[in-house]
C-alpha cells in the first residue's frame, strides 16, 4: 500500500436523477434498519421473558429480520459502491432507480407475505419446508415470499450487470478492473484504483450468487404449483447456502470502498492498490465463492471432501481481508494526526468490526466445534457482529458524509454519545449471542429456558441501547441528505 499523501476527494458528476436516487436508497436503508432492530429486540425480550410475543408471530418476525437485514445490507453495499464508483466509470442512473423500484416491490410483498400470509419459513426458505408447513401457512403465502426474494434478485442482477458493463468499458474487463493482468506480470498499465478492484470482485461473486438463488428460488415456486415437481433436498440446499454465503460477504465488499475512498482523507495518506492489495483481492474472489460448505458441515450426506476444503478454507479465507484492509487501515491510521468525527469514527470501528467478526466464523467453521455449536446463538454472534459493527457502520458513516456533517467525537456532542452508545450497545449485544452459544443455548428458538433468560435480558438491555442510538444517527443524517440534493 502507498504512502504518499492523498490527493483531495473529488465527488463524482451525478445527474438529478443518480441523486435522488442516491437519498431514496440511503432513506429505504435508514428506515428498514430501525425496523429490523426493533423487530430484533422484540424477539430478545421475548426469549427474555418481558414480552409475551405467541410463537407463530416470532417466526415470521425472525423470518422479516433475517431477510430484511440481508436485504438493507445489500441495498446500502450497493448504493456505496455505485457512488464511488461514479468517478472512475460511466454508470445508468436508470438502472439503480430500477433497482430500487424492484426493491421496494419485493419488500412490500415479503412483509405481506410473512405477516399477513404467516409465512415463517426464515431467511432460508429450505426447499422442501416452503411447501410442507404442517399447517402453519398456505402455499400462498410461500409463493408470494419467494416471488418477492425473486424481484429483489433481478433487480440487484439488472444493476450489477450494468456495474460490469462500465467495468468492462473502463478498464477492457472484469479480471483487468481486478487487477490481475498487472499482478500476473501480463500487462505494466497502471493498476486499477481499490474503488474499481473491489467493484469488480464484488460484481462477480454477487451475479453467480444471485444466478444460484434465482434458480433454487425458482425450482421452489414450481414445486409449490406442481407439488409433483420434485428437487434434490442436499443440492437445493447447496444453492441457497451458497447464495446466501456468497450475496451477504459481497455486501461487505462494496460497503469497504467507503473506507478506501474516505479514510485517506481523514488521515492524509493515500489508499492506492499494490500488488499484495491485488493478490488479497484475488485471493478473496475465489476462495468466497468456495468456502460455503461451511454452513453445511453438520450435514451428514455431504462429500467429506468437501468439508474438509471448506475447513481449510474457511481459516485462509480470514488472511487476504486482515492484511489488505485491517492492516491497511490501521497503517493509514497510525500516527496520522486523524481527524476525529463521526464519518472517520464509523469508518474505523467497521473495520474492527469485520476484522473481529473473522474470529468467531473461523471458530465455527472447525469441524469438531460445529459439531456441537452451529446450531446454538453462536452462529448469530458472528454474523451480528458483521452486520452491526462491520457493514452497517461503513453504510451510516457513508450516509453522514453525504450529508457534510461535522459532528466531532470526544467534544460532547449528541451525534458523538450516539456513537460511543451504538458501538458499546453493539458490542454487548454481540457478546450475549456468543456467550449464550458457548453456553449451548439453541437458536431459533421462541422460548428460552430460565437458566438462558439471563443472557436474554442483557441481550435486550443492549438491544436497546442499540436501537436509542440507532434512530439518533440514523435520523440525523437522514435530515443532512438535503445538501446533498441540493448540490449541482
Excluded at 49 to 64: A, E, K, N, S
Excluded at 229 to 258: E, Q, R, S, W
Excluded at 317 to 337: C, D, E, Q
Amino acid at each position: 500500500m502507498a504512502t504518499e499523501a492523498a490527493e483531495p476527494f473529488r465527488a463524482p458528476k451525478l445527474d438529478r436523477l443518480g441523486r435522488v436516487t442516491v437519498v431514496a436508497n440511503l432513506v429505504a436503508c435508514g428506515l428498514v434498519f430501525l425496523l429490523m432492530i426493533l423487530f430484533g429486540l422484540m424477539m430478545r425480550m421475548t426469549q427474555a421473558g418481558w414480552l409475551g410475543l405467541d410463537p407463530d408471530r416470532f417466526y415470521q418476525i425472525m423470518t422479516v429480520h433475517g431477510t430484511g437485514m440481508v436485504g438493507i445490507a445489500a441495498l446500502g453495499g450497493a448504493t456505496v459502491m455505485w457512488y464511488f464508483l461514479s468517478r472512475y466509470v460511466r454508470l445508468s442512473s436508470g438502472i439503480l432507480a430500477a433497482n430500487l423500484m424492484l426493491f421496494v416491490a419485493g419488500v412490500v410483498i415479503i412483509l405481506a407475505a410473512d405477516l399477513l400470509g404467516g409465512f415463517a419459513g426464515a431467511w432460508t426458505f429450505l426447499y422442501p419446508l416452503p411447501a410442507i408447513s404442517g399447517g402453519q401457512w398456505e402455499a400462498a403465502a410461500a409463493f408470494w415470499h419467494l416471488l418477492g426474494l425473486l424481484l429483489i434478485g433481478v433487480g440487484f442482477l439488472v444493476l450489477c450487470l450494468d456495474i460490469a458493463r462500465g467495468l468492462i468499458a473502463g478498464y477492457g474487463g472484469l479480471f483487468a478492473a481486478l487487477g490481475w493482468p498487472q499482478l500476473l506480470g501480463l500487462s505494466d498499465r497502471e493498476l486499477p484504483p481499490p474503488a474499481a478492484v473491489a467493484s469488480s470482485m464484488s460484481v462477480i461473486v454477487t451475479v453467480l450468487s444471485l444466478i444460484a438463488g434465482a434458480l433454487v428460488i425458482v425450482l421452489s415456486m414450481i414445486n409449490l404449483l406442481v407439488p409433483e415437481f420434485t428437487v434434490d433436498p442436499l443440492f437445493a440446499k447447496n444453492l441457497i447456502y451458497f447464495f446466501g454465503h456468497a450475496f451477504i460477504n459481497a455486501t461487505i465488499y462494496m460497503a469497504v470502498i467507503a473506507v478506501y475512498e474516505l479514510l485517506p482523507g481523514y488521515t492524509g495518506r493515500a489508499w492506492k492498490s499494490s500488488k499484495p492489495f491485488l493478490a488479497g483481492w484475488m485471493g478473496s474472489t475465489i476462495m468466497v465463492l468456495v468456502i460455503f460448505p461451511h454452513h453445511l458441515l453438520m450435514d451428514f450426506a455431504m462429500p467429506k471432501w468437501a468439508m474438509i476444503m471448506a475447513q481449510i478454507l474457511s481459516y485462509t479465507n480470514s488472511f487476504p481481508a486482515l492484511i489488505v484492509s485491517g492492516l491497511g487501515a490501521l497503517a493509514i491510521v497510525h500516527r496520522s494526526g486523524i481527524r476525529w468525527d463521526v464519518v472517520s469514527g464509523l469508518l474505523f470501528v467497521a473495520m474492527f468490526g469485520w476484522m473481529a467478526g473473522v474470529i468467531p466464523a473461523v471458530i465455527d467453521a472447525t469441524i469438531v466445534i460445529n459439531s456441537v455449536m452451529h446450531n446454538t446463538l453462536w452462529v448469530p454472534g458472528h454474523f451480528h457482529f458483521y452486520l452491526l459493527l462491520g457493514v452497517l457502520p461503513m453504510i451510516l458513516g457513508f450516509m453522514y458524509f453525504l450529508g457534510r456533517s461535522t459532528a466531532r467525537l470526544g467534544a460532547g456532542s449528541a451525534d458523538g454519545w450516539a456513537y460511543v452508545v451504538y458501538v458499546l450497545g453493539a458490542l454487548g449485544f454481540v457478546l450475549m449471542f456468543l456467550f449464550s452459544g458457548r453456553h449451548g443455548v439453541p437458536r431459533r428458538w421462541a422460548e428460552h429456558l430460565p437458566e438462558w433468560m439471563a443472557y436474554d435480558q442483557w441481550a435486550s438491555v443492549f438491544a436497546t441501547l442499540v436501537l436509542l442510538a440507532a434512530i439518533w444517527l440514523v435520523l440525523r443524517s437522514l435530515t443532512g441528505l438535503g445538501r446533498f440534493l441540493a448540490q449541482k
